[in-house]
């Protein structure tokens, strides 16, 4: 007894242990996981990050644009010669009236002066802009309107993510839904074969009876092992998705529920498609298209800026100079007004195609929340639709076990009866799944 006894305990610790090994999955931190580890997500939010600093790069184009250089030579001969006529030069003898009419000369001959053979030059300068037709304010604009881009993006990426995860999460456990229904179906199966066969023994049935059996059990069989494959490869697929290994004892918790009618998620389709990530995408493509507009007008206003400079220069064996100026700027770009006119009128053209696309593409929008409503109520009826089959199914197949107790109905008919339940069953698992991946599409295309 005590023997005994000492074996149940380690069953059931190894049960236990099993139970504490498993890893459970809620649908949200299943979410969760996959906003973490994904690879997409992991990109937007790096994208985000280029665009903060392309929109800080922007910003230092409002302080002054400080550079210096410099030059260092030493040449074979000098850079620039002086030639110096020779003749006679008047001396001056003390008497200021001989200035006038000086009656002493001095011979100087003629020479060459070669200057510049070796020198250094360096500078830094510092130059501020006053006035660039508005290309850095509204350069800044177009940088922050990049950031904000980015962001909306990345609420788009997550979006994409969190709907796969609920389609891959609710996969895995209608798979898993499926895997009872078969067993149990399987389990009925196996009670039909030994009552057949006990009637076959007997000489109350024919032997084809016993076949017709053995062959839906095989062929349930058969199912229920690509059941199972498809589910690991699914769980594989859902692990890679969300950035965890796979584990096989992994445990999916959340169940299909439908608890709420398709009503009570109902929002008005225009005041939704403001909320809409795509509709914010739209109106800042706009906007960018208007805000490059406005730069490239800039290109052609005048240019104005101020700037000091420091310098120091040596020539030759002179000595060393340094000194410092402030000096300011204008640039006028005449030339470049006639095709600059051609460029704003390709600039507006591209403004109306983006008020175009505007239109166009919140139109679609409109349509893609229309269509999500329409998918979740036909979701909903194919719900309990399948509802009512399943219940028509079982009694059904109560009745068809009754008769075939009662020697009424034939091995075939339970069968059938017994394949329909199945399939009704598995019906309704695919109508809740569906139902729930239509309810949250719809949530996400009205902006919730």
């Not at 100079?321 to 006028?332: C, K, L």
Request: net charge neutral.
């Amino acid at each position: 007894m005590k023997k005994i006894n000492f074996y149940i305990l380690l069953i059931t610790l190894f049960s236990l242990s099993q139970l504490f090994a498993q890893k459970v999955l809620t649908l949200e931190e299943s979410k969760q996981l996959a906003l973490q580890n994904n690879a997409k997500s992991k990109n937007s939010k790096l994208e985000i990050e280029a665009s903060r600093k392309i929109r800080k790069s922007a910003f230092t184009n409002y302080f002054p644009n400080v550079s210096a250089g410099g030059f260092k030579w030493s040449a074979e001969k000098g850079l620039f010669d002086i030639d110096m006529q020779g003749g006679n030069l008047p001396v001056y003898d003390g008497n200021p009236v001989n200035l006038q009419n000086p009656t002493q000369f001095a011979y100087f001959p003629s020479s060459t002066i070669s200057i510049w053979k070796k020198g250094t030059i360096g500078y830094i300068n510092a130059i501020q802009p006053i006035f660039t037709g508005g290309r850095i304010i509204y350069g800044n604009k177009l940088a922050s309107l990049g950031e904000d881009v980015s962001e909306l993006k990345d609420k788009m990426t997550e979006d994409e993510i969190l709907l796969k995860t609920e389609e891959q999460y609710w996969l895995i456990v209608s798979l898993e839904e499926k895997s009872r229904t078969i067993n149990k179906y399987e389990e009925l199966l196996n009670r039909l074969l030994l009552q057949v066969e006990d009637a076959y023994k007997s000489g109350i049935v024919m032997k084809n009876d016993v076949l017709k059996v053995k062959l839906k059990l095989s062929e349930v069989q058969l199912n229920k092992s690509k059941l199972e494959n498809g589910r690991k490869l699914a769980a594989m697929a859902f692990c890679q998705h969300i950035g965890i290994s796979y584990d096989s004892s992994l445990v999916f918790k959340d169940e299909l529920e439908i608890s709420d009618l398709p009503q009570s998620y109902f929002v008005d389709k225009n005041e939704a498609l403001k909320k809409r990530v795509e509709y914010s995408l739209l109106e800042k493509s706009v906007e960018a298209e208007e805000l490059q507009t406005k730069i490239k007008r800039g290109e052609y206003l005048p240019q104005a800026a101020i700037g000091i400079s420091e310098m120091y220069m040596k020539f030759d064996e002179s000595k060393k100079r340094t000194f410092g100026m402030v000096f300011g700027t204008v640039s006028v770009p005449i030339s470049g007004w006639w095709s600059g006119s051609y460029e704003l009128q390709e600039r507006s053209i591209k403004e109306e195609i983006a008020e175009n696309n505007f239109k166009n593409n919140s139109e679609l929008l409109l349509l893609q929340i229309e269509k999500a409503w329409q998918d979740l109520n036909d979701a909903y009826k194919q719900y309990l639709l399948s509802k009512e089959s399943k219940s028509q199914a079982e009694e059904n197949f109560k009745v068809n076990e009754d008769s075939y107790k009662n020697g009424i109905s034939t091995v075939s008919d339970l069968l059938e009866a017994q394949a329909l339940l199945q399939q009704t069953q598995d019906q309704l698992t695919e109508a809740k799944a569906n139902y729930i991946v239509k309810k949250t599409t719809y949530l996400q295309v009205t902006g919730r």
